[in-house]
């Protein structure tokens, strides 16, 4: 299981985070991106789910 504090470089912005083994970066339209084993989505500006990611990305 990835550990929540790796990070890695990304093309698109430069970082991703893996929370819970789950791949998570920000797009260089500025919204989060998540992927896992089951697949990838974005999280919808301003919805809890990407507040909850941000905060991730931005620390």
């Known amino acids: 299981m990835a550990s929540p504090t790796k ?3 990304v093309r698109s912005s430069g970082k991703a985070v893996y ?3 789950i791949r998570v970066w920000k797009h260089t339209d500025g919204t989060i991106h998540v992927s896992s084993t089951k697949g990838h989505t974005f999280c919808p500006k ?3 789910i990407e507040r909850f990611f941000r905060k991730f990305i931005e620390e």
């Open 7 to 9: 990070t890695e470089v």
């Open 19 to 21: 929370v819970k083994g």
């Open 46 to 48: 301003g919805s809890s």
